[in-house]
């Protein structure tokens, strides 16, 4: 659907003279990027609004864009894949934030400095279709740091007034953390996801 949907509309630019017809494919790639995040950011949101966890959502669709633009990390293999692990990972995210209200501060600390070294040592994470120049790398490394950091900070400044947004922080975090993991899985299972 999204393949028909992006091909069509290459297709009537080429043929406008928008763009160039011999680039209709990368085209048609980015335009699949960029309805399938509107179409999985559209759906949590939904999910968010109908289980009364806005904020949490908010929270959880920024960590999760901003930090995986500069780490990387895991990318499924069809469109279909990638929305599977974006929707599960983001109810595993609500459903801890709802059950693991509050999160002892030491707990807090221990994991936030955790994520931070799989950030400083593996990220960024690439793959063929998003490869980053070397001289891009060391920058992504050190704004993924940055970009962690901040939320972390935003994250312990709720702490005290907001235990559903600290915890939000955290658990989205921390899947962001884990997507950045399996670099093994990523040789054979690549794609936009």
């Not at 017809?21 to 559209?42: A, R």
């Not at 030491?106 to 690439?126: H, K, N, Q, R, W």
Request: proline fraction near 3%; hydrophobic fraction near 50%; charged fraction near 10%.
């Amino acid at each position: 659907m999204l393949h028909t949907l992006s091909n069509r509309m290459a297709t009537r630019l080429a043929n406008h003279g928008i763009i160039n017809s011999e680039s209709i494919e990368v085209y048609v790639y980015g335009l699949e990027l960029v309805f399938s995040f509107f179409f999985s950011s559209v759906v949590i949101l939904l999910i968010g609004i109908l289980l009364s966890r806005v904020w949490e959502t908010i929270v959880f669709l920024t960590i999760f864009v901003l930090l995986r633009s500069f780490t990387g990390g895991y990318h499924a293999k069809t469109f279909t894949r990638c929305a599977i692990v974006t929707f599960t990972t983001y109810i595993s995210v609500i459903v801890l934030s709802i059950f693991v209200r509050y999160i002892p501060l030491y707990v807090y600390i221990m994991g936030v400095v955790i994520g931070f070294l799989i950030i400083a040592i593996v990220a960024p994470v690439e793959h063929p279709n998003k490869e980053i120049p070397q001289n891009k790398k060391i920058k992504h490394k050190i704004t993924s740091m940055i970009i962690y950091l901040v939320f972390v900070t935003a994250g312990l400044f709720f702490y005290y007034y907001n235990v559903a947004i600290t915890s939000s922080v955290f658990f989205s975090l921390v899947a962001d953390i884990v997507l950045l993991l399996p670099k093994e899985n990523m040789k054979g299972d690549l794609g936009s996801g």
